[in-house]
């Protein structure tokens, strides 16, 4: 007899043993001829060497299993060991899993051509309304990326702008202040990948979610970086952000350009850089439109209520403009003859 440690990496093994160690069990009972035992992630396997294969290949199909879709079921226990697929596998064109089980995918045309050109360039520039899934959908290219190990570490930032708030007035340390603004990238996280799993990943650093301030002098190698909410970029941060790019690394940069915090006076780095950049191979831009919204669909109707409003504030739009509303007025009036100001 021999005996095997296999090592459960990258994985939560309490997600691989199942709801009570059924799993396991299961495991057990499938292969009698086994002694096999758990502790943490590590499982140790006693047995003939002339079976031991077969035993290591199924429990390695069950990791990987584990690891691309963020759960297994007994069904799917089975499927594997007798060498068939299971359901998860018949689901096509999937980025990731969420634990919960959840196919992450395109569910536009546009967001479809976010990972087409996630797949063909180094820089993509994501940009649209809210709701489009343009952040979502670039946390989920690049968790895909990491489990693939196409890449050693996500990098995911966000420039400290107050909107309407101040941040110096946010009670605790600089950690804490920051952290409100941080939580749409980590509530994305949560929901691609298990929280014991995640907390390790940012304990060791291969997850690394900061302030934009904090990029200077840093070059990014074997990475994708995210820099969610550019349009509240000034013209210098998002040059320095973009000038951190290293070998093997990708970048997404995503904005809202109709949501721009910054004062008046000050013009979007992201808009810039667009205007700059836009052409150059290997940078690809994307524009997400109220077509591709995919929260409640009262966010539809906010975006296009607010797009004819911010129209209606331009003195010669032939459609929304004030003379257009004048003549509405006159309009009334003379059928009306009512004359009181609204």
Known sequence: MIEKHIILEDI????????????LQMLKSLFPQFRIMARDNV?????????MTRIEACIENMRKHVLKYNSISDEDVLDIIKGHKTKADAVKNVVVFSTSGKPIKARSANQQHLIDAFEKNDMIFAVGPAGTGKTYLSIALAVKALKEKNIKKIILSRPAVEAGEKLGFLPGDMKEK???YL???YDALEDMIPAARLQDMMD???IQIAPLAFMRGRTLND??????????????????????MGWNSKMIITGDLTQIDLPKTQKSGLKEAIEILSGIEDISVINLSQKDIVRHKLVTMIVNAYDAYDKGQQDDD??????FRREQKQQTIEKTGDTTEN
């Open 12 to 23: 939560d093994p309490v997600v691989f043993y199942g709801v009570n160690n059924a799993h």
């Open 43 to 51: 499982i140790r396997v006693l047995g003939d060497k002339e079976d």
């Open 178 to 180: 920051i952290d409100p």
């Open 183 to 185: 939580q749409p990238l």
């Open 204 to 206: 060791k650093r291969i």
């Open 223 to 244: 990475a994708v970086v995210i820099l969610d909410e550019a349009q509240n970029t000034t013209t210098a941060q998002i040059r320095m952000f973009l000038t951190r």
């Open 318 to 323: 032939p459609k929304y403009g004030k003379a």
